[in-house]
């Protein structure tokens, strides 16, 4: 990628901070749906010759350069219309994703790593009303590993009263 290259009005520069730059592991079937992109990407390379710019994305035009941003903003509409789900920005769908990892249960912490979050406050203070449950989870789970073993003693305690 150039550095700091400006085409068509997009400036190519390093993330604003040291936690913007980070891998993020992905499931085998996005693993494979890139994979097949980048054939055909190759294919469409190979056709555009010494037309192709290289800046390193992985969705370009057809002949390598940055899609304008009313370009992706229409497909999205097209997106969300064909699939009959309601409007939504295409940055809702970074929210969408942080908000179905921690609705899976998925650690707070790995989700602020996922999005990039310098610190995993910042994640809970933007989603944790999505974890409405916690404080029953959190007494369900200190009894199955307590057991009985708290229980029946407070139990007899309070029975001698």
């Known amino acids: 990628m150039a550095d700091k290259a400006a085409v068509k009005g997009i400036i190519f520069q390093e993330p604003k901070s040291a936690a913007s730059t980070r891998r993020v592991p992905l499931d085998p079937g996005t693993v494979q749906a890139l994979r097949e992109h980048r054939k055909k990407q190759a294919a469409v390379r190979l056709k555009a010759g010494e037309k192709w710019r290289d800046y390193g994305l992985v969705f370009c035009t057809k002949n390598g350069t940055p899609y304008a941003y009313s370009d992706v903003r229409q497909a999205m509409r097209r997106l969300v219309k064909g699939a009959k789900v309601p409007h939504i920005r295409f940055h809702d769908i970074r929210h969408t994703h942080a908000s179905l990892l921690l609705w899976h249960g998925v650690h707070p912490k790995v989700v602020a790593e996922r999005l990039g979050?310098?610190?995993?406050?910042?994640?809970?203070?933007?989603?944790?009303?999505l974890l409405p449950d916690?404080?029953?989870?959190?007494?369900?789970?200190?009894?199955?590993?307590?057991?009985?073993?708290?229980s029946k003693p407070l139990a007899k305690r309070w029975d001698r009263g």
């Open 117 to 129: 979050h310098a610190s995993v406050k910042t994640t809970l203070d933007t989603y944790s009303h």
């Open 134 to 150: 916690t404080q029953a989870a959190a007494a369900a789970a200190i009894g199955e590993v307590l057991g009985d073993s708290v």
